[in-house]
């Protein structure tokens, strides 16, 4: 196995960390409201909570990859993942509770821009979409499966505080493995190896247009999807009287949807439809399906899971995937602030979404909220036809080893 298989087979290990700690509050949800006694809306401000410190730092997280590399980088986002899953387990209130899960976020947008370029670098010159697919795909469903499903029996043996530590426990385990196991690349004191971090870079990455555009492309559909992954058992057992089994299917199939979405959307968009038809395909088809929600039964709404999670996820892979083909313009050292920026944009998304969702569901009903859901995914959706039609062909990565 070449060295670029190696670490991306790292870095998707890794990945996993950085999801589980992500997603294992959801089965903490019963017995949090137990025992602070929390109400909905509140629930939703602990899902925010991640993604709010997910947002606010994907910019900051950016710098410090250029400034002192990206391993440097994806070794600080886990530790202070790690040290947020900690603060969690050892809430005494709700308040710092959030805090807590606010660390968390902060921690995982950190390594998520040193992870993405990383990969970027290993496989710029082919494969790159498919990479991020990998990556951002596969890994990342696996470890929000891993959170929500496996952590399940966890929270019900240990207590909801000790399956959050067992998540910090797994994040200090991926430290670990990143200072012995990952492999040194050959340019590593080179564009990836930090001091890269000045006025020229920042130019190069704010003032390219396509950013802007095609981040604020996915910021509705963002939002949809991590609300939809998180709270559409709980629609289907409130509003349609589905078992608590059958919720769980819905999440399972939603989330699974992202493992065949990670393969298809790199396969799509390394060799047929290019990054932005690959993601009009994705946006598209993901609000559709979030605007049939009112409309269907429980058997309807398996299939609607798979569709939100599978193109949700092929949507995100090719999205994400534009800086790294964007080699006449951006270098390599660019890449995680220009993923931060994009990051950022749809973080709006993620952090106001869910308790919108929760509002409008208070005050006008569920089928409203649905309807909400999918047409802000079509609207923002339009902005990718503003986008160019393709990116420059990659010119340059790591050599194979």
Same mark, same amino acid.
């Given at each position: 196995?070449?060295?670029?298989?190696?670490?991306?087979?790292?870095?998707?290990?890794?990945?996993?960390?950085?999801?589980?700690?992500?997603?294992?509050?959801?089965?903490?949800?019963?017995?949090?409201?137990?025992?602070?006694?929390?109400?909905?809306?509140?629930?939703?401000?602990?899902?925010?909570?991640?993604?709010?410190?997910?947002?606010?730092?994907?910019?900051?997280?950016?710098?410090?990859?250029?400034?002192?590399?990206?391993?440097?980088?994806?070794?600080?986002?886990?530790?202070?993942?790690?040290?947020?899953?900690?603060?969690?387990?050892?809430?005494?209130?709700?308040?710092?509770?959030?805090?807590?899960?606010?660390?968390?976020?902060?921690?995982?947008?950190?390594?998520?821009?040193?992870?993405?370029?990383?990969?970027?670098?290993?496989?710029?010159?082919?494969?790159?979409?498919?990479?991020?697919?990998?990556?951002?795909?596969?890994?990342?469903?696996? @470890?929000?499966?891993? /959170?929500?499903? !496996?952590?399940?029996?966890?929270?019900?043996? $240990? &207590?909801?505080? +000790?399956? =959050? #530590?067992?998540?910090?426990?797994?994040?200090?385990?991926?430290?670990?493995?990143?200072?012995?196991?990952?492999?040194?690349?050959?340019?590593?004191?080179?564009?990836?190896?930090?001091?890269?971090?000045?006025?020229?870079?920042?130019?190069?990455?704010?003032?390219?247009?396509?950013?802007?555009?095609?981040?604020?492309?996915?910021?509705?559909?963002?939002?949809?999807?991590?609300?939809?992954?998180?709270?559409?058992?709980?629609?289907?057992?409130?509003?349609?009287?589905?078992?608590?089994?059958?919720?769980?299917?819905?999440?399972?199939?939603?989330?699974?949807? @992202?493992?065949?979405? /990670?393969?298809? !959307?790199?396969?799509?968009?390394?060799?047929? $439809? &290019?990054?932005? +038809?690959? =993601? #009009?395909?994705?946006?598209?088809?993901?609000?559709?399906?979030?605007?049939?929600?009112?409309?269907?039964?429980?058997?309807?709404?398996?299939?609607?899971?798979?569709?939100?999670?599978?193109?949700?996820?092929?949507?995100?892979?090719?999205?994400?995937?534009?800086?790294?083909?964007?080699?006449?313009?951006?270098?390599?050292?660019?890449?995680?602030?220009?993923?931060?920026?994009?990051?950022?944009?749809?973080?709006?998304?993620?952090?106001?979404?869910?308790?919108?969702?929760?509002?409008?569901?208070?005050?006008?009903?569920?089928?409203?909220?649905?309807?909400?859901?999918?047409?802000?995914?079509?609207?923002?959706?339009?902005?990718?036809?503003?986008?160019?039609?393709?990116?420059?062909?990659?010119?340059?990565?790591?050599?194979?080893?």
């Amino acid at each position: 196995m070449t060295n670029r298989w190696v670490a991306l087979t790292i870095i998707s290990l890794s990945f996993i960390q950085f999801t589980l700690n992500w997603f294992n509050v959801i089965p903490t949800f019963h017995p949090l409201i137990q025992d602070m006694h929390l109400t909905f809306p509140q629930i939703g401000m602990v899902i925010g909570a991640f993604v709010a410190g997910y947002g606010l730092a994907h910019i900051p997280g950016g710098w410090l990859s250029e400034k002192y590399g990206m391993r440097a980088a994806i070794l600080v986002g886990i530790l202070v993942e790690t040290l947020g899953a900690l603060a969690s387990a050892w809430a005494p209130s709700y308040g710092i509770l959030l805090a807590g899960r606010f660390l968390c976020g902060i921690g995982g947008s950190i390594y998520l821009g040193g992870a993405v370029g990383l990969t970027t670098a290993w496989f710029r010159e082919r494969e790159l979409v498919l990479a991020n697919g990998l990556v951002t795909g596969v890994a990342f469903t696996v @470890g929000a499966a891993i /959170g929500l499903f !496996g952590w399940t029996p966890l929270v019900a043996s $240990l &207590g909801w505080r +000790g399956a =959050l #530590l067992a998540g910090a426990a797994v994040g200090a385990a991926t430290l670990v493995m990143m200072l012995v196991a990952f492999p040194a690349p050959q340019n590593e004191r080179g564009e990836i190896g930090g001091a890269h971090l000045s006025l020229a870079s920042l130019k190069r990455i704010f003032t390219q247009p396509i950013l802007w555009v095609v981040g604020v492309s996915f910021l509705g559909a963002y939002g949809a999807y991590l609300t939809a992954a998180q709270l559409l058992p709980h629609y289907a057992q409130q509003h349609l009287g589905a078992s608590a089994e059958q919720g769980e299917l819905l999440s399972i199939i939603l989330l699974l949807g @992202g493992i065949p979405g /990670g393969f298809v !959307g790199g396969w799509i968009g390394d060799k047929l $439809l &290019g990054v932005k +038809g690959t =993601l #009009l395909l994705g946006l598209v088809i993901e609000g559709v399906a979030l605007l049939m929600v009112p409309y269907v039964g429980v058997p309807g709404l398996i299939v609607i899971a798979g569709a939100v999670g599978c193109f949700g996820i092929i949507s995100f892979v090719t999205w994400i995937s534009l800086p790294g083909k964007l080699d006449h313009t951006l270098h390599i050292s660019d890449v995680p602030t220009a993923v931060g920026l994009m990051l950022t944009i749809i973080a709006i998304g993620g952090a106001t979404m869910p308790p919108i969702y929760s509002e409008v569901v208070s005050n006008y009903g569920a089928n409203a909220a649905w309807w909400f859901l999918g047409v802000t995914t079509l609207v923002f959706a339009v902005f990718a036809l503003f986008a160019p039609v393709s990116t420059s062909a990659p010119s340059h990565a790591l050599a194979k080893a």
